[in-house]
């Protein structure tokens, strides 16, 4: 497994965007705030190729040159993301044509990755860009595109290709009809020649299928860019690519579009470019989230590629949170912290997208406290890198339950992330830390690695699954689930039969009714509420199976009391817990609390906005991180003797420390010293 040899702390860098020639004094500026990496290239295919088989390197060259004689490593991007005007008019149909018609051209990601014309061409760029790098020592990898996605290519090429994916699945073309539905409004197929144009269909299954097929092609296209690139690529080099997740004015969620586990394995090393709100909204959610998922696509140390220096409006970090959000970073596993960008741009649509300097291109507030981040990373890197973590806790991730959320919305909740984070976001405050693992990977060995997973609304999930589910909990795991979860196939079918299906003995409870929950809360004597709780959007009334089932909490409603809400039920070895319903989320973690307990899972005592994270250093010597989140002061206590990293100092176990606002420590375990938990 190929991974760096040294914290990584860098920038974006574009030498063809800056309005003058400033290369040597941006060198020299980043040299003093500690930049050791520069990322280039991936942004201006037009500018490499100006007219059809053209080249001009010279801007690339320049930057090679300079970072070289400054000692700044380089990851050098494919520039494949954005196609350049000549090779639009070249082939009209290059342009996706998608379910809301053909793009035109201008932003960038508007193009078929599926067209032969454009594969011919990037090929091309790719093999000539990677021929000019070769002779670069210090170039120690290579990004493939950028944030890619299918970007919905819908065109009569790919839907032929999608008939041909069906085909094979289903030899007889009665099995189509059967799976999918397709008797409904005279939908069925009888000649795979009549297949209609799936832009207008009803069938959600089917629609849910093309997207998969979709994500499909993402896939493919990592394999054949990596193809490429690796016959240059050089023993020590790697292959990385800059994932991005669902927005919301920032990065939020699951992305929708790709099957990054299935992606990242034509990668030597993930990357993520994760953005969030800053100031008071600062909570580093998102930087845990975004870590902790990229962290799981390979199971190792990652790369973040992008993130924010001063960022979109309304983004710039008070004094002290660049700091912080840099070694939050760091406290989930990342080797490196890379922001999108060095310099502000001067026009166009990221105009106030600004990076590390602002439009003056001088020294600034930013710049400064980039300084004190470079020279601790610098001064920390023995102590701070391939920092390991050992969660006994996973997440389930579920492309095809997202795309279900979108089609067969529950309530108003027409996005799974929003159910995802509902629990995550409850998890990361009360500072229980977890992976994310695939449900297309999620076999018994897997699963047995965690004493709890958690189902976040997985509404997709296949037969062989929902049996590995119950022989985990039965040999001693346990399982938490969320509305809605085990309740269709892998095609979006609806079971046939009890919910959650396959698993009802496990829960010790099912359910046939489901509504939205109008005036109801919640009561219960296992758990108590600081404030009345408060739904919304779903409500599924559950039966308990037998007096065995624990009911956690029930509905507080003159018609719907007799229903369960939360229920707890051992079974085999282990036990499962089911969530019925979607309430606040100072209520759930007062469910949760509960649950932990039942679960035998220690809850810390530390709680949002005192994060602590840990995990062990390359020297297999336990680090903990503890994370001040807030305006106030925050006190921790020492979990062990050891050293205090960013001070120098010795610290005590059992000490108590104070945290200034938005102020971090870093503790390293002395030699011979174990922590309570081992």
Same mark, same amino acid.
């Given at each position: 497994?190929?991974?760096?040899?040294?914290?990584?702390?860098?920038?974006?860098?574009?030498?063809?965007?800056?309005?003058?020639?400033?290369?040597?004094?941006?060198?020299?500026?980043?040299?003093?705030?500690?930049i050791n990496l520069i990322r280039i290239a991936e942004s201006t295919w037009s500018t490499w190729?100006?007219?059809?088989?053209?080249?001009?390197?010279?801007?690339?060259?320049?930057?090679?040159?300079?970072?070289?004689?400054?000692?700044?490593?380089?990851?050098?991007?494919?520039?494949?993301?954005?196609?350049?005007? *000549?090779?639009?008019?070249?082939?009209?149909?290059?342009?996706?044509? %998608?379910?809301?018609?053909?793009? #035109?051209?201008?932003?960038?990601?508007?193009?078929?990755?599926?067209?032969?014309?454009?594969?011919?061409?990037? =090929? #091309?760029? $790719?093999?000539?860009?990677?021929?000019?790098?070769?002779?670069?020592?210090?170039?120690?990898?290579?990004?493939?595109?950028?944030? /890619?996605?299918?970007?919905?290519?819908?065109?009569?090429?790919?839907?032929?290709?999608?008939?041909?994916?069906?085909?094979? =699945?289903?030899?007889?073309?009665?099995?189509?009809?059967?799976?999918?539905?397709?008797?409904?409004?005279?939908?069925?197929?009888?000649?795979?020649?009549?297949?209609?144009?799936?832009?207008? %269909?009803?069938?959600?299954?089917?629609?849910?299928?093309?997207?998969?097929?979709?994500?499909?092609?993402?896939?493919?296209?990592?394999? *054949?860019?990596?193809?490429?690139?690796?016959?240059? !690529?050089?023993?020590?080099?790697?292959?990385?690519?800059?994932?991005?997740?669902?927005?919301?004015?920032?990065?939020?969620?699951?992305?929708?579009?790709?099957?990054?586990?299935?992606?990242?394995?034509?990668?030597?090393?993930?990357?993520?470019?994760?953005?969030?709100?800053?100031?008071?909204?600062?909570?580093?959610?998102?930087?845990?989230?975004?870590?902790? +998922?990229?962290?799981?696509?390979?199971?190792?140390?990652?790369?973040?590629?992008?993130?924010?220096?001063?960022?979109?409006?309304?983004?710039?970090?008070?004094?002290?949170?660049?700091?912080?959000?840099?070694?939050?970073?760091?406290?989930?596993?990342?080797?490196?912290?890379?922001?999108?960008? *060095?310099?502000?741009?001067?026009?166009?649509?990221?105009?106030?997208?600004?990076?590390? +300097?602002?439009?003056?291109?001088?020294?600034?507030?930013?710049?400064?406290?980039?300084m004190t981040i470079g020279a601790d990373m610098k001064r920390l890197t023995n102590d701070l890198?391939?920092?390991?973590?050992?969660?006994?806790?996973?997440?389930?991730?579920?492309?095809?339950?997202?795309?279900?959320?979108?089609?067969?919305?529950?309530?108003?909740?027409?996005?799974?992330?929003?159910?995802? #984070?509902?629990?995550?976001?409850?998890?990361?405050?009360?500072?229980?830390?977890?992976?994310?693992?695939?449900?297309?990977?999620?076999?018994?060995?897997?699963?047995?690695?965690?004493? !709890?997973?958690?189902?976040?609304?997985?509404?997709?999930?296949?037969?062989?699954?929902?049996?590995?589910? =119950?022989?985990?909990?039965?040999?001693?795991?346990?399982?938490?689930?969320? +509305?809605?979860?085990?309740?269709?196939?892998?095609?979006?079918?609806?079971?046939?039969?009890?919910?959650?299906?396959? +698993?009802?003995?496990?829960?010790?409870? /099912?359910?046939?009714?489901?509504?939205?929950?109008?005036?109801?809360?919640?009561?219960? %004597?296992?758990?108590?509420?600081?404030?009345?709780?408060?739904?919304?959007?779903?409500?599924?009334?559950?039966?308990?199976?037998?007096?065995?089932?624990?009911?956690?909490?029930?509905?507080?409603?003159?018609?719907?009391?007799?229903?369960?809400?939360?229920?707890?039920?051992?079974?085999?070895?282990?036990?499962?817990?089911?969530?019925?319903?979607?309430?606040?989320?100072?209520?759930?973690?007062?469910?949760?609390?509960?649950?932990?307990? #039942?679960?035998? $899972?220690?809850?810390?005592?530390?709680?949002?906005?005192?994060?602590?994270?840990?995990?062990?250093?390359?020297?297999?010597?336990?680090? %903990?991180?503890?994370?001040?989140?807030?305006?106030?002061?925050?006190?921790?206590?020492?979990?062990?003797?050891?050293?205090?990293?960013?001070?120098?100092?010795?610290?005590?176990?059992?000490?108590?420390?104070?945290?200034?606002?938005?102020?971090?420590?870093?503790?390293? =375990?002395?030699?011979?010293?174990?922590?309570?938990?081992?």
């Amino acid at each position: 497994m190929i991974q760096t040899k040294k914290l990584y702390y860098g920038a974006a860098y574009y030498d063809e965007y800056l309005p003058y020639d400033r290369l040597q004094a941006d060198m020299e500026m980043m040299k003093k705030a500690g930049i050791n990496l520069i990322r280039i290239a991936e942004s201006t295919w037009s500018t490499w190729e100006p007219e059809d088989g053209v080249f001009d390197f010279s801007h690339l060259h320049r930057m090679l040159h300079a970072s070289k004689n400054a000692g700044i490593d380089v990851i050098v991007g494919t520039p494949t993301y954005a196609i350049p005007p *000549w090779l639009a008019r070249k082939y009209p149909d290059i342009l996706a044509d %998608t379910h809301h018609g053909q793009e #035109r051209y201008g932003h960038r990601q508007n193009m078929d990755i599926t067209h032969p014309g454009y594969l011919f061409h990037a =090929q #091309r760029i $790719i093999r000539r860009l990677l021929k000019e790098v070769q002779q670069y020592p210090h170039v120690i990898g290579f990004q493939i595109d950028n944030e /890619t996605k299918p970007y919905d290519t819908c065109c009569p090429r790919v839907q032929q290709r999608f008939t041909q994916y069906l085909k094979k =699945q289903y030899p007889d073309i009665n099995d189509f009809n059967q799976e999918f539905g397709l008797n409904y409004w005279s939908n069925r197929v009888q000649d795979w020649a009549d297949m209609p144009d799936v832009r207008g %269909t009803i069938n959600d299954s089917l629609a849910a299928e093309f997207e998969h097929f979709q994500r499909n092609l993402v896939t493919e296209f990592f394999c *054949w860019q990596a193809s490429i690139i690796r016959e240059y !690529l050089r023993p020590e080099q790697f292959i990385t690519h800059n994932f991005d997740f669902s927005w919301r004015n920032y990065s939020y969620g699951y992305q929708p579009d790709v099957n990054q586990y299935d992606a990242a394995q034509h990668l030597d090393i993930a990357g993520s470019d994760i953005y969030h709100p800053s100031e008071d909204h600062l909570t580093g959610a998102e930087i845990a989230f975004g870590g902790d +998922l990229t962290r799981s696509l390979k199971q190792n140390n990652y790369l973040i590629l992008e993130t924010q220096a001063q960022g979109n409006h309304g983004w710039l970090a008070y004094p002290g949170q660049l700091r912080l959000q840099a070694f939050s970073h760091l406290a989930s596993g990342a080797d490196c912290v890379e922001y999108w960008h *060095w310099h502000s741009i001067h026009n166009a649509i990221e105009s106030y997208w600004k990076g590390i +300097l602002s439009h003056n291109l001088k020294e600034n507030a930013t710049y400064r406290e980039c300084m004190t981040i470079g020279a601790d990373m610098k001064r920390l890197t023995n102590d701070l890198l391939h920092l390991k973590k050992h969660n006994k806790i996973a997440m389930l991730m579920s492309n095809r339950s997202n795309t279900a959320f979108r089609y067969f919305p529950a309530g108003s909740i027409n996005d799974q992330n929003t159910i995802v #984070r509902w629990l995550y976001d409850a998890f990361y405050r009360m500072n229980l830390e977890m992976d994310m693992i695939s449900d297309t990977q999620a076999d018994p060995a897997r699963l047995a690695d965690y004493d !709890l997973i958690v189902l976040p609304s997985v509404y997709s999930m296949p037969k062989i699954l929902t049996e590995h589910l =119950q022989a985990y909990v039965k040999n001693g795991g346990h399982l938490l689930a969320a +509305l809605r979860s085990a309740f269709a196939d892998e095609h979006l079918k609806i079971y046939a039969d009890d919910q959650p299906y396959g +698993l009802t003995e496990c829960f010790g409870m /099912t359910y046939d009714q489901f509504t939205e929950p109008g005036r109801t809360s919640l009561s219960g %004597t296992a758990v108590s509420f600081a404030e009345k709780p408060s739904l919304s959007d779903w409500t599924e009334l559950l039966i308990p199976k037998d007096n065995q089932t624990e009911v956690i909490a029930r509905y507080d409603h003159p018609y719907w009391n007799e229903y369960a809400a939360v229920t707890h039920h051992t079974y085999g070895k282990g036990s499962a817990a089911y969530i019925g319903c979607y309430f606040d989320s100072a209520s759930l973690e007062s469910v949760l609390n509960v649950l932990m307990e #039942r679960f035998e $899972i220690t809850v810390p005592k530390e709680h949002f906005p005192l994060i602590r994270k840990e995990g062990r250093n390359q020297n297999e010597t336990a680090i %903990t991180y503890f994370f001040n989140y807030s305006s106030d002061s925050m006190d921790y206590t020492v979990p062990y003797d050891g050293t205090e990293l960013i001070g120098n100092s010795p610290v005590c176990k059992q000490d108590t420390i104070r945290l200034k606002p938005w102020e971090f420590h870093i503790l390293k =375990q002395a030699s011979g010293h174990f922590t309570a938990n081992e």
